[in-house]
């Protein structure tokens, strides 16, 4: 959703073939171009090889390659940037197949990302630190801990408190943490301030740069 080029349509130029490979690729591009996706034709005269290297390297979600055999088959290619899978599309669904494989990407992209995030948070409870169903640790693992990864506390709204454990464990509060519950579903968590003792809020706390 980002992206500020969300596809690219790569033409497999060969000389004796090149203009209808070219009138084809502008055609797909009109139409997607109508349907508010941004999309860049690149008919430099760079190899194709070099032209996949330089879209990649610049995060284009999706590349569309069309060659000879696809003009005569009604068809072209996609490449995916995320898992570099490849499929071959009819020519007339390229608009709601570019739509349907650029929210895949999203989708993919985001839950790679959650994963990640998550895999380096550790947990806390009220008189310590655990990563998942681990075992209560101290605050000297919990040190330990922060240096690698983000670090889920619990902390009260006072700022005597947010102080007192930025400059202990030198560390930096990101934010609310939240998690999701066994549907799926967004929820806070609360329990014990780890300075004070009184009703708090999850914070992530993270190592301060």
């Not at 490979?21 to 941004?38: F, P, S």
Request: glycine content about 10%.
């Amino acid at each position: 959703e980002v992206a500020p080029i969300q596809v690219v349509i790569v033409p497999i130029v060969y000389s004796s073939e090149g203009a209808e490979v070219e009138k084809v690729c502008i055609a797909a591009y009109e139409e997607l171009k109508r349907a508010g996706i941004r999309v860049f034709f690149d008919n430099s005269e760079e190899r194709p090889g070099a032209k996949y290297y330089k879209w990649e390297m610049k995060g284009v979600p999706l590349r569309i390659e069309i060659g000879p055999r696809d003009v005569r088959n009604n068809r072209c290619e996609f490449v995916r940037r995320d898992d570099f899978t490849r499929m071959q599309v009819p020519l007339g669904d390229v608009v709601p197949e570019v739509k349907g494989t650029l929210k895949a990407i999203q989708d993919s992209v985001h839950e790679r990302a959650k994963e990640t995030f998550f895999a380096n948070v550790y947990k806390s409870g009220d008189s310590g630190v655990g990563k998942g169903e681990d075992k209560d640790k101290s605050e000297g693992e919990l040190e330990e801990l922060r240096r690698t990864g983000i670090v889920s506390i619990f902390l009260c709204e006072s700022e005597r408190c947010g102080r007192e454990v930025e400059e202990r464990l030198g560390v930096t509060v990101l934010g609310e943490a939240i998690y999701g519950d066994e549907n799926g579903e967004r929820v806070k968590s609360e329990g014990k301030c780890m300075i004070c003792s009184r009703k708090a809020k999850g914070v992530y706390v993270a190592r301060a740069y």
